[in-house]
């Protein structure tokens, strides 16, 4: 059970010394009962009570990391069911399936394609986390050498133990999971997750098997384990995941307090698949295994899970500067912007696809978006004009002209007063509409 601030309080030495960073012990206690902050910050914390204060503050849904060749996902660690709350930490790791029994070089040109894939959507690349490999009866050890020929991503390894553990071996140093562990073969896998540090996927159709596996294995002293629900419709699913990390966040239950493998699959339908994905991505999946990758169905995914992962109280944001588009010269027109990442693109793209030189004012906004920012007071003509100076616009034009966005029309005058002897044009509303802004009226 969760313990309270007080509680924690209580156990703490109340001597207010504030070398934790906090001005009280009361308010460490808080923190520490809402899982921000580590114990160790308290330096003068006894012995007695950290053991007991240890397990109230570690965090509910346990890290664990999978890790290859400078690759790594971090799961778990997540302290809110809604991400308006807070925000989320750890992004889903997003897999792969291959089978053993595929022809090899099938197998590696699958592996090769969906480990090359890569996006560049707002200045962030987006890309494919892992393989997993299925054992289906052929021969593991050498699917495993043919995936490694073509890619280091961290790998998840599906089949029973004396077929992994065949393959485990040849494999560099990092950190697999190996699944399924079930009422059956637990032992089995517990000995070879052990044997090779690797985390354990544990299986079952409900929480109350699922529950009493987990108190075996962690007996058996593996920690690092990850719940893999039976369930795979999007209904089964949305009630395992959500029961599983309510069960952990709201009640402290230690033993579903683990990062959650999925698999949105088995079906010969690639959109079910890719519905079933998402809602995973949203509801607490922390590794989803697909069986198709396709660009048109794992784009999507990627955006999303780019979305739900970002924290809402930071947007995505470039960095405030006089970016060149196509080689502008000093006659070309200075377009001016925010620095929230969309906004960013949005203009950049249409400008740069046109053809057309211009350059672009990206101001300091606090990364909102043009009427956002000028609603907040973060956006207005004294902000735009100090960046004009900031970043030196003057030099490397010889026509003093800046465009502005059309939603902040009204700021033209008062640029005006700021920046003498600039010329100020009130573009269009939309990006979209730019390029034939500039076609027409500026050139
Ligand atoms: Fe209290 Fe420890 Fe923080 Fe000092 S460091 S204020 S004793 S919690």
Redesign the pocket.
């Known amino acids: 059970m969760a313990l309270t601030g007080i509680q924690i309080y209580k156990m703490?030495?109340?001597?207010?010394?504030?070398?934790?960073g906090?001005p009280?012990?009361l308010a460490?206690a808080m923190k520490l009962a809402a899982k921000q902050v580590e114990l160790s910050?308290?330096?003068?914390?006894s012995e007695e009570s950290k053991a007991k204060l240890s397990e109230a503050a570690a965090p509910p849904v346990r890290p664990i990391t999978l890790r290859s060749n400078g690759y790594s996902i971090p799961s778990g660690n997540e302290v809110v069911l809604f991400r308006h709350e807070k925000r989320f930490f750890s992004p889903a790791g997003i897999f792969l399936r291959v089978c053993d029994d595929e022809p090899l070089e099938t197998l590696k040109e699958k592996v090769k394609t969906a480990a090359e894939y890569c996006v560049d959507y707002v200045g962030i690349d987006l890309r494919l986390d892992g393989i997993a490999l299925q054992a289906n009866g052929g021969d593991f050890s050498l699917a495993l050498n043919a995936i490694r020929e073509v890619c280091h991503l961290p790998l998840i390894l599906i089949g029973d133990a004396p077929t992994l553990s065949s393959g485990i071996d040849q494999l560099e140093d990092g950190k697999l999971l190996l699944a399924h562990a079930t009422e059956e073969n637990w032992s089995e896998m517990a000995d070879l997750a052990k044997k090779s540090k690797s985390a354990l996927a544990v299986q079952a159709s409900n929480v109350d098997s699922m529950v009493s596996l987990v108190k075996k294995i962690t007996n058996a002293g593996i920690d690092d384990l990850v719940l893999s629900p039976t369930q795979n419709s999007l209904k089964g699913m949305l009630t395992a995941n959500t029961i599983a990390r309510r069960m952990a966040l709201k009640k402290n239950f230690r033993d579903l307090g683990y990062p959650i493998l999925n698999f949105p699959g088995n079906t010969a339908d690639p959109a079910q698949e890719t519905i079933v994905a998402a809602q995973a991505i949203g509801k607490y999946g922390s590794f989803i295994v697909l069986d198709h990758f396709r660009p048109e169905t794992i784009y999507p995914l990627l955006v999303l899970r780019q979305n739900i992962y970002t924290d809402p109280q930071k947007p995505i944001q470039v960095q405030p500067d006089l970016y060149e588009i196509n080689n502008p010269g000093p006659e070309d027109p200075v377009l001016v912007t925010t620095n929230f990442s969309i906004t960013y693109f949005s203009v950049a793209n249409e400008v740069e696809s046109a053809g057309l030189p211009a350059w672009l004012l990206v101001c300091d906004a606090e990364g909102m978006s043009v009427l956002t920012a000028w609603a907040a007071g973060k956006f207005d003509a004294e902000r735009i004009a100090k960046d004009v100076k900031r970043f030196h616009v003057q030099d490397k034009i010889s026509r003093r002209r800046l465009v502005l966005p059309g939603h902040v029309a009204v700021l033209s005058g008062e640029l005006e007063e700021e920046l003498p002897g600039w010329e100020v044009t009130v573009g269009p509303r939309e990006a979209v509409d730019i390029p034939s802004f500039l076609t027409q009226v500026v050139v």
């Open positions: 703490l030495p109340q001597t207010n010394c504030k070398e934790c906090f009280t012990c460490f910050l308290c330096p003068y914390v």
